[in-house]
Every structure is written in C-alpha cells, then in structure tokens.
C-alpha cells in the first residue's frame, strides 16, 4: 500500500495519464459503471466543513475509494483507493496536487472533444494552480503554439508565462487585459475567482472553445451570459451537480440550464458536440464527484510501475 504526496506527482506526463483515466470514467458513466454520489458536507460551526466524495467504477477491475478535504483554510485533501474484488487497499494521495490533476484532466477531455480539432493557440484568464493545470492538460490534448495570460496581477501573470513556456516548451505570453489575452483565441480557459463578469461574447472569435472551471453561480461569475446566448453547445461534466449547490447555478433562470449536457454523452456519441467550425462551444466543470479515485488508481499505478 502506498501514500503519494504531492511531490510524488510533479511528473509531466502524469497529466496524460490523468486524462486516459477519466476518459474511461465518462465512458463508465454512460454505462452505468461509474458509482459518482453527490458530495456530502459535514459542518463545524464556526470553522468550516468537511467535505466527502465517494466513488468508483464497476466492472472487471472494480474500484472503490473516497476523497475528503476541508473548508477550515488550508488545501489538503486525502483519497483512499481500493481494489474492490481484492478487499486491498491499493494506496492513499495525501495533499491537494491530485485534486488539480483530475480537474485540469476534466478540462483537457471537454478540450479534445469540444474544440476545433486544429486549435493552435489558447487565451487563460486567471494564474493559479488550476490555470496551470488546465493549461498543461490542453497542451496534452491540443498541438498548441501560442498562449496569452492575463490575471489582475502583472507579477503573476509574467511569472505564470515564465513558468509555462518552460515547462510545456511552448510560448506563452503575458497579456495587458482579459480582452488582449482571448480576442484571438481557438481556446479559451477562464480560471478565476472573479465574481463578475470579465469576458463576453464580443471579445471572442467564432469557433472558439470556452472552458470554465469550479462552481460558478448566479451571484458569482466571470463569464458573461451573453456567451451562453452564443453558445451552440452547453455542455457539463456533472447535470446533477449543477442542480445541487445550494446557490444557484449561473445558468439557473437563464433559460440556458436546460440546453446544457453531459460531457460523457458527447463523448459516447450520444449527444451532438460541434457541429461546424463557427460554432462557439462551453464547458463547464463542476468537478465530476468521486473521479478523484479513478485518477488516483491510475497514478498509483503508474509510480508503482516506476519505483
């Protein structure tokens, strides 16, 4: 048995790895394979919550595990797999490394399946750890040439284009404004906190594919709703979870809610994703619940593989 920590997880390639796990998942989804609960919460009055999601795949390998992490301030989370038909506890992820790597994996999937086939070049709005790994997961799926960044914070978004283009090989560049960074685009990451609207149909191009990222609500977000009027093409990694924050999702009472569908769908085939080349298509990630234990199944069994 195992315990990962996230210095265990700085390899690049286990970005790829991240993304042919969760594919398999939403194709488990549509058969019904992938067990995926809505989270629970678990209050302490006066310093926050304990937050737990359980999950798994069925089948001839079935996996089970649970994640926890916490609202008291920091970034630590636990996942435990098992290997259910085994009774074996295969391993344990310790701190919040893998939680970014299934969720920039979840954007590199909406990424390969929503956008043009011979997107070049991406526009991020936003600096941070989850920008970071959306960026390398759209780079695993996409041969991009060119990335702009723009966050509030010119030291951040200079460091983040410094680190990025060495890191991923490729050049990223720092951009004056949220319009600057995007205007040109074939991709399009929004990976904020801001809780008002700093991108809008107008500053894209057609044929430009938008990924948003963590829980967005009608008090809250940073996409225009104008982009969800352009939009031929809504889709989510999780329906459900969009209708179970206990404050609206962004797109409630839009007339919108209803278009949106699920990636696995899309994925499957089941569903139409884009259609043309000037279609303008969103994502939006909820964070699939309980597909932090398939991701961390398969790192666990890549390092053992390594050691």
């Known amino acids: 048995m195992k315990i990962l920590r996230d210095e265990d997880l700085n390899d690049s390639g286990l970005m790829a790895v991240a993304i042919d796990a969760l594919e398999g998942a939403f194709f488990a989804r549509v058969d019904n394979r992938l067990v995926s609960p809505p989270r629970h919460h678990v209050s302490f009055p006066g310093q926050g919550d304990l937050v737990f999601t359980v999950g798994g795949v069925l089948g001839d390998k079935p996996l089970a595990g649970f994640r926890v992490y916490e609202t008291f301030g920091g970034a630590d989370q636990i996942v435990a797999v098992w290997s259910a038909d085994e009774a074996r506890l295969k391993g344990i992820c310790v701190g919040e490394r893998l939680g970014s790597l299934r969720t920039g994996a979840i954007g590199g999937i909406a990424i390969r399946h929503l956008s043009a086939p011979d997107a070049r070049s991406v526009g991020i709005i936003g600096s941070g750890a989850q920008a970071r790994t959306q960026l390398a997961a759209a780079a695993a799926v996409r041969k991009l040439n060119l990335v702009r960044v723009y966050s509030r914070s010119e030291e ?13 090989g490729l050049a990223v560049e720092p951009a004056g404004s949220a319009r600057d ?35 967005k609500t009608r008090d809250g ?33 839009s007339g919108h809610e209803h278009r949106m569908t699920d990636l696995a769908e899309i994925i499957a085939g089941r569903a139409s994703g884009r259609r043309s080349p000037e279609d303008m298509t969103l994502f939006c990630s909820v964070g699939l619940a309980g597909t932090e234990v398939v991701v961390a199944s398969a790192v666990l069994d890549v390092v053992s593989a390594s050691a």
């Open 156 to 168: 951040n978004r200079v460091a983040f284009a410094e680190e990025m283009q060495r890191t991923l």
């Open 221 to 253: 977000h940073e996409l225009g709703l104008d982009i969800a009027d352009a939009a031929a093409v809504i889709a989510t990694d999780s329906p459900e979870q969009t209708r179970a924050y206990a404050s609206p999702f962004f797109l409630a009472g």
């Open 181 to 215: 960074a995007v205007r040109d685009a074939d991709i399009v990451i929004s990976a904020t906190t801001s809780r008002t609207p700093v991108i809008h149909a107008a500053d894209l191009k057609p044929g430009v594919h938008i990924n948003t990222v963590g829980p």
